[in-house]
């Protein structure tokens, strides 16, 4: 993170037409006025209310809360910037709300860095449940990360958020829905998720741990977030977030002599490991999602019908993913040649992963891949006594490596593949 850290002054000349831009910087609702308050005399924060929320809701609130700072605390996390209050809104007012909103002050922090305090607004909760501690702590987690870069990505937000709430907070049913919706659309970007609902993009900080990450959970991504702050300009009407999440990941891969591509393609794999297709080897505990954690596949051929074209049912988004599935399970044959084709301006990178009869990666085998090329090919050997072949793809983005995926920008439409199989 250091080498990241350092790498990231080089941005400070870079001229404002050139930046790309962030979130607006006036929040999208001001702090509401409320006539009920209760504050904590344990933890840094308040919860207020109208008077037509029933009372054991904001008794509830406030405990929750007051639960998922001291989660936060135990693990080694500071408290949210003060300020810090939760607004409860009945469900007439918040109808429109997928769930609660964090949202930063428009007050610049005294040391001119993006930092700021934050508040929550929270759709009054019909009843106690697990939801409520789930959404405290996802809630609690941006107004965390808000302190460190208040113009960070609502993806980066959302995603760190719905990752701690797993650790602290677990809440099965919130967390199921989510994981579920994000692995039946894999070519979606994971950088483009709803901010206010929970996040099944959860999966890559949570891989971030197990692949960059040292001294507890969601260290790695709130790093990222943290180094990310800026100086915005005063009067500014976006945030100034270059860099952003992924410029720093980028750099912090190239000083682990290694590349960003590279990240997302190991994400890519271990996320086809999730649920009831587990190994226990890829990313830990995910088996508890069963099969609402398994990832779609694009196709599921036999070997016996090669060779075969493929293509996806949809275009894949700049960091969105695809699978295939190529079943050995009867009479394999001494190997399987894979060529791939896709869209300019996009660049893919492919995995082709040995599955054994146990749902086990044996053997990986990465496509090596140039800048500029839309073309990939690769030969498979060794394919006696396996279930089958999992293939997998990522868009990482531009072939312009001065223009790379920037979750501000999102320049690159989806962009579509075919996948040949021979034997």
């Known amino acids: 993170m250091a080498a990241a850290l350092s ?9 404002d037409e050139e930046r790309s831009t962030g979130r607006e910087v006036i929040p999208a609702h001001p702090r509401p006025e409320l006539p009920i308050k209760a504050c904590s005399f ?3 924060v308040c919860v207020h209310a109208p008077q037509a929320v029933s009372p054991w809701v904001g ?3 406030l405990r929750a809360a007051e639960r998922a700072l001291r989660g936060y605390r135990a693990l080694g996390f500071p408290p949210p910037r003060p300020p810090y209050d939760v607004y409860l809104v009945p469900e007439s007012v918040a109808e429109p709300m997928q769930g609660p909103e964090t949202l930063a002050d428009l007050v610049p922090s005294s040391d001119g860095w993006d930092r700021a305090s934050a508040f929550t607004i929270l759709p009054e909760p019909p009843r106690p449940t697990c939801a409520i501690d789930f959404q405290l702590v996802e809630s609690v987690g941006k107004a965390i990360a808000l302190g460190f870069d208040a113009g960070a990505e609502a993806s980066a937000l959302s995603m760190f958020g719905s990752y701690m709430a ?3 907070a677990p809440c099965p049913a919130l967390e199921a829905g989510a ?7 894999p070519e979606r970007s994971f950088a483009s998720m709803a901010p206010d609902s929970p996040d099944g993009a959860l999966l890559f900080p949570w891989f971030l741990d197990d692949a960059i990450g040292v001294g507890g959970p969601g260290r790695a991504m709130l790093g990222l977030i943290a180094i990310a702050s800026q100086r915005t300009p005063v009067g500014s009407w976006e945030w100034n977030n270059e860099p952003d999440v992924f410029d720093i990941l980028r750099a912090t891969m190239k000083a682990r002599g290694s590349t960003a591509d590279k990240l997302l393609l190991d994400f890519a794999v271990a996320r086809a490991f999730v649920g009831s297709r587990s190994d226990g080897e890829h ?5 508890r999602y069963g099969d609402e954690g398994r990832v779609r596949f694009e196709w599921s051929v036999g070997s016996g019908t090669l060779p075969r074209r493929l293509a996806p049912r949809s275009a894949i988004d700049p960091t969105g993913m695809t699978y295939l599935w190529l079943d050995l399970t009867t009479t394999p044959p001494p190997e399987v040649t894979f060529v791939a084709d896709w869209e300019p301006p996009s660049l893919f990178r492919w995995s082709l992963v040995k599955v054994d009869p146990t749902g086990a990666e044996v053997g990986r085998q990465d496509v090596a891949g140039v800048y500029g090329d839309v073309h990939a090919e690769k030969t498979v050997v060794g394919l006696d006594g396996l279930a089958g072949l999992l293939i997998v793809g990522v868009n990482v983005g531009s072939v312009d490596r001065k223009h790379p995926f920037d979750p501000d920008e999102q320049p690159l439409s989806p962009h579509g593949y075919t996948v040949t199989l021979f034997k």
């Open 7 to 15: 790498s990231s002054s080089a941005w400070a000349d870079t001229p």
């Open 42 to 44: 344990r933890e840094p």
């Open 59 to 61: 008794s509830a609130t």
């Open 166 to 168: 797993t650790v602290i």
């Open 179 to 185: 994981v579920d919706d994000f692995q039946a659309h």
């Open 283 to 287: 990313l830990r505990d995910v088996d």
